[in-house]
């Protein structure tokens, strides 16, 4: 792996194909056991757009609700640990977070 960086990448890729897969599985279940509902939903006039947006909105907002929530404390609490983590590891000068 050689550096930090290297792993953290590879990590990163796993996460996401991990997580690609169970939504992938969540999804294909939700359209199964939903399919006699969106199917009188079609047949009583709604879109495609207008299904989508409604079985989409909820995910999307609790998504970016969940990004927002681990982001705070990313760039404000988890910084302190990984940096006294490196600074206990390696002799590093200190260093200003931009």
Not at 28 to 55: D, F, P
Not at 65 to 77: C, H, K, Q, R, S
Request: glycine share 10%; proline share 3%; net charge positive.
């Amino acid at each position: 792996m050689g550096s930090d960086k290297a792993m953290m990448i590879v990590l990163l890729y796993i996460v996401i194909v991990i997580m690609a897969f169970v939504f992938r599985i969540t999804i294909s279940n939700t359209i199964r056991k939903e399919a006699g509902v969106i199917g009188t939903l079609r047949a009583s006039g709604y879109t495609k757009g207008e299904l989508i947006r409604h079985y989409m909105t909820l995910p999307v907002i609790i998504t970016l609700f969940g990004a927002l929530i681990g982001n705070i404390p990313g760039y404000t609490v988890m910084k302190n640990v990984c940096a006294s983590m490196y600074y206990g590891s390696y002799s590093l000068p200190t260093y200003v977070t931009i």
